[in-house]
């Protein structure tokens, strides 16, 4: 066989298990992902169209300027600064000042920021609440419009207020006050209004100890837990999940099998195991798909070059030479070769012939974690050796 015969079938073999990660993958997963808006990713819930994410979670993503928007309620729109899935947050950038004045520019267009109370947003309590160019009636609020509140560091000293607006902004006359979020009905909306206040800013996580100049200035907004995937097929959702409808009239989703549980930060459904720790069930289900994938591909070969291939199995290097260099080195590690050859000879395990020779799905992943445990000494003995060199 000529080295260019050879060089396309590899990329072939390459290109069919590519293909089959992709689809185990997806498979093992009913959500879809948004594609990233400019810099920032969109994690599972959010979506930017109806094609992915969940709709209830929906952001804008401007496709001029690659930018990702919240939209609130009447008609305000606020840039997104960034996302944490883990934490289930996001944080938005207030609106600029209005020219000459102490009044932001979400005042005249939807007088402050108001969520929909019917979706899976709310205004976090990490945020506290700067007020200003309030009416005078706020001094017998409940709120802390004196002469201490924090409100007054924020003008004097974040350096992110000039001047001029700033006595604008705080006076005998009209004061600013702090409060902190979260509470209802601060929960839903920070309200500006011609007989309250006229601009607001906010503080995630305020340390009294920092300067005003270092405070991280934005609104955190954090969202629900989301629910299983909307689908309408079953086709839409994976084989621990079945499409079914929902109390809500018209809307379906993707509903954990029995024994199964509904993951929301990984938007998956998972086995139910009493012991089994996160991180170890999803080094099986990588496992699992990677070794199916290697199985089909060396199905493949197998049909092409069977005989070879047998007669070559019964020596015990005879493995690494149908296995590309690329992935194991020049020069393997005892460990490596140990958990490549494992690999291997259980995958041919699964393509015997007769079906009561081959091993059951438990044995797989008893197999599976066995050859798990050497690639995780491999990474300690790795590891060590460069904290050794580093010392």
């Given amino acids: 066989m000529s080295r260019q015969n050879k060089k396309q079938i590899c990329l072939a073999d390459t290109l069919l298990l590519f293909l089959l990660l992709c689809f185990f993958c997806y498979s093992s997963s009913s959500q879809k992902i948004c594609p990233n808006c400019g810099l920032l990713k969109v994690p599972y819930p959010l979506s930017t169209n109806p094609n992915c994410g969940d709709t209830d979670y929906t952001l804008h993503c401007d496709t001029h300027s690659q930018k990702l928007y919240f939209d609130a309620l009447n ?7 960034k996302i944490n899935s883990e934490t289930q947050k996001l944080v938005i950038q207030t609106q600029p000042w209005l020219p000459n004045s102490c009044t932001t520019q979400d005042f005249p267009v939807s007088e402050g920021l108001w969520l929909n109370q019917t979706l899976p947003f709310n205004i976090s309590s990490s945020n506290t609440i700067f007020i200003f160019n309030c009416s005078p009636r706020l001094f017998v609020s409940p709120l802390n419009c004196t002469t201490s509140s924090l409100c007054h560091l924020y003008l004097e000293n974040s350096s992110r207020v000039d001047p001029t607006r ?18 209802l009905p601060s929960a839903y909306k920070i309200r500006l209004h011609a007989s309250g206040c006229r601009a607001f800013r906010s503080i995630i996580h305020l340390d009294k100890e920092k300067p005003a100049s270092q405070w991280e200035e934005g609104v955190e907004i954090q969202w629900d837990p989301p629910p299983e995937p909307v689908c309408k097929t079953q086709l839409e959702c994976s084989f621990t999940s079945k499409c079914l409808p929902t109390s809500k009239k018209g809307i379906s989703r993707c509903l954990c099998k029995t024994h199964y549980y509904w993951d929301h930060v990984l938007g998956v459904c998972l086995q139910k195991r009493k012991n089994l720790k996160s991180g170890l069930t999803i080094k099986i289900t990588i496992g699992v798909a990677v070794f199916f994938a290697v199985a089909v591909v060396m199905t493949t070969v197998t049909v092409r070059k069977s005989r070879k291939i047998r007669q070559k199995a019964k020596r015990a290097d005879a493995v690494m030479e149908v296995v590309d260099r690329q992935l194991v080195g020049l020069e393997p590690s005892g460990q490596v070769m140990a958990s490549v050859k494992l690999f291997c000879k259980l995958a041919l395990a699964c393509l015997r012939e007769k079906r009561g020779e081959r091993p059951t799905m438990k044995d797989v992943v008893q ?6 445990e050497i690639m995780n000494q491999e ?6 050796s460069v904290e050794l060199e580093i010392i």
């Fill in 166 to 183: 700033a006595l604008q902004c705080a006076s005998s006359i009209n004061p600013c006050c702090t409060f902190i979020a979260g509470g």
């Fill in 367 to 372: 197999e599976l974690l066995s050859i798990i």
């Fill in 379 to 384: 990474e300690v003995s790795y590891e060590a």
């Fill in 75 to 81: 008609g305000s729109s606020y840039p997104v600064l």
